[in-house]
């Protein structure tokens, strides 16, 4: 299968018209992919791949390890490929493009056409000046009400991340929706990077939306410290939430206070990279 030419991008339809600003840059896409082709990766879901002892634990399946799958059927092979390749990372690039060309690092690396896209745990930074995943995702039955992941911003080296939502017909189980959050208006850079962990306390946060778990749906936003999300308690229950998720990493880090000599190190690698593209030209 030629990826340049995969037709089931969750992306296809997207511009940056659609891109939300508030409380950060998101995009929010109903009936993502056609109902057909959405119906069948709900129909093949390689539910037999996890493991399902613990109460509402997440598990992956990440791009590198899919093919290791035999259960696993090519659709969802080619699915969870694309959405980890260099034209999946283009596409986002495209819609968000205007809100990256803010951060000079993040300007470079787009520019940078002699970038290299790698897949995380296939490819390194030694090679690749991003590495991608795609993951088959589950939150396991639920044994006691609980959130699978409290209020937080993701990684600081994570460019992206995304969430597309395969629910169950028979999923009948309340809770597990994505809220959207913002800091207290008040908060300096400072005090942000102090709260910022994983649960972060409500007292330091603003609800502003709350996007249902339904299926076909995706969920895409740029990461940055103002990125705060979190899912709802789930009520006791034997289904399983069932999602995709996105991620593009990067060799630094984009808003921690130890990421100044990685971000040194990225801008040496970009004018290397120039240097060695304009040497070739040259001499061939």
Not at 171 to 188: I, N, R
Request: proline share 4%; net charge neutral; aromatic share 14%.
């Amino acid at each position: 299968m030629s990826l340049e030419k995969y037709e089931f991008s969750l992306l296809k339809n997207i511009s940056p018209m659609d891109v939300i600003n508030d409380p950060f840059p998101h995009v929010v896409i109903h009936d993502a992919l056609p109902i057909d082709f959405a119906s069948k990766l709900i129909d093949t879901f390689p539910f037999s791949s996890f493991p399902s002892e613990k109460s509402n634990h997440r598990y992956d399946i990440s791009a590198s390890s899919v093919h290791d799958f035999d259960l696993i059927s090519d659709q969802w092979k080619n699915f969870i490929q694309f959405h980890s390749s260099k034209y999946f990372f283009s596409e986002v690039i495209n819609i968000f493009k205007n809100y990256l060309e803010r951060n000079d690092e993040l300007t470079q690396l787009i520019q940078n056409h002699s970038m290299q896209v790698g897949r995380r745990n296939v490819e390194s930074f030694k090679d690749s000046s991003v590495l991608m995943d795609a993951q088959i995702s589950i939150n396991t039955p639920v044994q006691k009400k609980s959130s699978v992941r409290k209020i937080h911003v993701d990684s600081p080296n994570k460019l992206y991340s995304g969430l597309f939502y395969l629910r169950m017909p028979d999923d009948d189980s309340f809770g597990g929706d994505l809220q959207l959050f913002s800091w207290k208006p008040e908060y300096s850079k400072k005090e942000k990077l102090n709260f910022y962990k994983e649960g972060v306390s409500k007292e330091h946060v603003n609800v502003i939306k709350e996007i249902s778990y339904n299926s076909n749906t995706l969920v895409l936003f740029l990461n940055s410290l103002d990125a705060l999300h979190g899912v709802t308690e789930r009520d006791v229950t034997r289904h399983t939430r069932t999602f995709v998720n996105l991620v593009a990493e990067l060799p630094f880090d984009l808003y921690t206070k130890d990421s100044l000599i990685k971000r040194k190190l990225f801008k040496i690698r970009v004018f290397l990279s120039k240097i060695k593209k304009f040497v070739a030209g040259f001499l061939y």
